[in-house]
């Protein structure tokens, strides 16, 4: 939002009635990267129909309101952990198949005669 948007914003003494993702994640304390895996999990609903590439905004009295739901958050924080810690083992996982594999086919690390048993 710009300075000017902002003391707009601030002389109604209110807030804007659509929040795009980055602010969406400022109110909730998280990572815009963060927003479309609460989307996923059906936490928070972009407004209208938005293409899968498209400009994404959301209700602002909606996300304020949920903010205050201790339930709510708890959830929030909940998909955001499971959905990195997924990630995460998909990486290793990923990682460790593909050393066993070079080692498999033998290109793997290149032994020196010392080291060869």
């Known amino acids: 939002m ?29 990572q815009p990267h963060d ?7 059906k936490l928070v609903k972009p407004l209208g ?3 899968a590439n498209g400009i994404k905004f959301f209700a602002t009295t909606e996300i304020l309101e ?7 958050l708890a959830k929030v924080t909940t998909s955001i952990y499971q959905h990195w810690q997924k990630k995460n ?15 498999i086919a033998g290109t793997g690390p ?5 080291e060869r048993s």
């Open 2 to 30: 710009s300075v000017g948007q902002d003391q707009f914003l601030s002389l109604l003494g209110q807030p804007p009635a659509r929040l795009t993702v980055e602010q969406t994640a400022w109110v909730l304390n998280c």
């Open 89 to 103: 083992q998909r990486k290793r996982s990923k990682a460790a198949n593909a050393s066993s594999d070079r080692l």
């Open 49 to 51: 129909n938005p293409p």
């Open 110 to 114: 290149v032994l020196s005669q010392g």
């Open 66 to 72: 949920s903010a205050k739901d201790r339930h709510w």
């Open 35 to 41: 927003i479309p895996v609460l989307v996923a999990a």
